[in-house]
Structure formats: structure tokens, C-alpha cells
């Protein structure tokens, strides 16, 4: 890490970065490893917490406990960090109303700048997925899932942290800068084994293969693709939308201007009307975005906004 970071500041002086975020594991960081990434520059820290409920952490398989979580925070802080996020999930099996609450009260008492709450979604492959389809647990349904969002829309609401976009949430200021990036159709750069990144019109994810990797960053005459993707018009147009509905500002008349030269009305009116009388949809100044409703159902709204 340190040899990457040095690295890293020389090509691009880090200090004139606004926002540095690393994740981290709550069982394994160290107040050495704190003050190293403080002093490197680092000045945002991810914590997978994902909750305070041992026996859902449990479940979850991860490495570390809910008093590891209070002893990774505490860590962040003495070394100065004072730009902290977590990480939590819903919607997992056998979650109720009254431990998920536990969970969003216990996270807001160590004040932390922002939250990223994820809807729990099971991945071909993964032990939940195996445990599904054998029927040995059963996700939360759509109407229970929807009461637990809404709770913690409420709780973090009147404690200061702001929805900027359906999972994240966070005091004024204290935006993921590059979330926002994603979400606004940016370019990013990704490097490193399985990393994604998307300039211009291409889009292209890295081998997950480590060890091929590191052959090709080695030669001079190949490269680290896996997959490449050209990208086209209509192609950009629908994520946009499908990006930018996601967040609480929705989808801008002036950028989408700037980006494909159409006028967002134009191309939207119609099924922005009719969404707009179903209550799933508001139009703005500028735009529309999704209302409380329309979040609930984001997903099936943006298929219907799809060209």
C-alpha cells in the first residue's frame, strides 16, 4: 500500500485531491494502518459494517463482530480520519423490523458522516444463492423490504443524513465525490484485477485472473481486458437516466443537453406524464426525479423510461 500510494501521489500529487476513500474491514484494521493511510493522504474511510447484529454477521460470514465495528471507528478517529462511512444491509433472512432498527440506532450513535444501506441481493454462486434454491432460507418479501427502507429513511432523515441517492445518505457535504461521478454518467478509471472503467463511449473490466494480471502489466505488448464494451448512443442515453433517477436530484433537462444534444423533454414526455399522474414521478425546474413512491419501485420505473 505504501509503495502504490507513493506512487500515486507522484503521478498526480494526492494532497490536491479533494476526496481519497479506501475501504476497510472492521476485524482487521489497525491503529498502524489508520495513522499510515491518514498520513498517506487518505481522507475518507468505507467500513464494511453491515450490521450490528452478530448473529446476522454471522450469517453474513463475515470476519468480524459489532464490538469490532465500535473498536475500527474508535481506531479511524484516533488516527485523525474524520470522514468516516458505513456500510449496512437489509432485507437478509429472518430480519425483523425491531433488530434492523437496533442496528440503525447503534450505527448513528458513533456519528458517522455517511451511510450506504444495500438491499440485500443474492449472487449466482454464492453460498446464499446455494442456500436458496435449497429452499434452507427465504428472502424478505417486496412489502417487508419497503417497511425496513422507509424506517431508515426516517431515522437517518431526522438525524441530519440526507438521501442523495436510493442506498447512500449523508450529512451536507459529505457526498461520496465519486458515487456522484458514477451516477452523473463521469468517466472513471479503474485499475487492478477485476477493475472497470468507462472513457467516452467504451467501457472495459479487467482479467480476474491475478496472476495473468500481472503478466500482462508486465509486457510490453499486451493488455490486462477481459471484456470490452463500445458503447453506443442510445446505449448512453438509457443509463443515464437509469443512473441519474437514482439520485434524489433525478435527471437534469441542462445535462442531458450537454451530453447528447436532445432536449430531455422531448424524448421523455410522454411516459414522464404518465408516471408523474401514477405518483411515481415529479417534474422539476430542470428535469424530473422519482418521488418517496417511486423509489419504492426505481427499478420497474426506469424499464419503462427505457428507449
Excluded at 489497525?30 to 450469517?59: H, P
Excluded at 463482530?65 to 433472512?93: K, Q, T, Y
Excluded at 448512453?236 to 445535462?255: C, D, K, P, Q
Aim: glycine share 8%; hydrophobic share 40%; aromatic share 8%.
Amino acid at each position: 500500500m505504501e509503495e502504490l500510494v507513493g506512487l500515486l501521489d507522484k503521478r498526480m500529487a494526492l494532497e490536491s485531491l479533494s476526496e481519497i476513500t479506501i475501504e476497510a474491514n472492521p476485524g482487521t484494521l489497525t491503529l498502524e494502518k489508520a495513522v499510515f493511510l491518514k498520513e498517506a493522504g487518505i481522507n475518507r474511510l468505507s467500513l464494511g459494517a453491515q450490521s450490528f447484529e452478530d448473529e446476522e454477521l454471522i450469517f453474513l460470514g463475515r470476519s468480524h463482530n459489532s464490538r469490532d465495528i465500535g473498536n475500527a471507528i474508535g481506531i479511524a478517529r484516533e488516527a485523525g480520519i474524520d470522514n468516516l462511512s458505513l456500510d449496512l444491509m437489509f432485507g437478509l433472512p429472518g430480519q425483523d423490523i425491531a433488530g434492523w432498527e437496533r442496528t440503525l440506532h447503534t450505527a448513528l450513535q458513533y456519528e458517522p458522516q455517511h451511510l450506504s444501506l444495500y438491499d440485500l441481493t443474492p449472487e449466482p454462486g454464492t453460498p446464499l444463492m446455494d442456500a436458496l434454491e435449497a429452499g434452507e432460507v427465504k428472502l424478505q418479501d417486496d412489502d417487508r423490504r419497503a417497511d425496513l427502507y422507509l424506517l431508515a429513511c426516517d431515522m437517518l432523515g431526522a438525524e441530519g443524513l440526507e438521501r442523495y441517492e436510493i442506498s447512500n445518505f449523508a450529512h451536507c457535504g459529505r457526498e461520496g465525490k465519486h458515487n456522484i461521478n458514477y451516477w452523473r454518467s463521469g468517466e472513471y478509471l479503474g485499475i487492478g484485477v477485476s477493475a472497470c472503467s468507462r472513457i467516452g463511449a467504451q467501457r472495459w473490466k479487467n482479467t480476474d485472473c491475478q496472476e495473468e494480471y500481472i503478466e500482462s502489466s508486465l509486457s510490453l505488448f499486451s493488455e490486462a481486458l477481459y471484456e470490452t464494451e463500445n458503447l453506443d448512443r442510445q446505449t448512453l442515453m438509457n443509463e443515464y437516466i437509469m443512473l441519474a433517477l437514482r439520485t434524489a436530484a433525478g435527471a437534469s433537462a441542462v445535462e442531458y443537453q450537454h451530453l447528447f444534444g436532445e432536449n430531455l423533454f422531448d424524448v421523455y414526455e410522454e411516459a414522464c406524464n404518465a408516471l408523474e399522474k401514477e405518483g411515481f414521478l415529479i417534474m422539476t425546474t430542470d428535469g424530473f426525479k422519482l418521488t418517496d413512491k417511486g423509489f419504492l419501485v426505481a427499478n420497474r420505473i426506469i424499464i419503462r423510461l427505457m428507449c
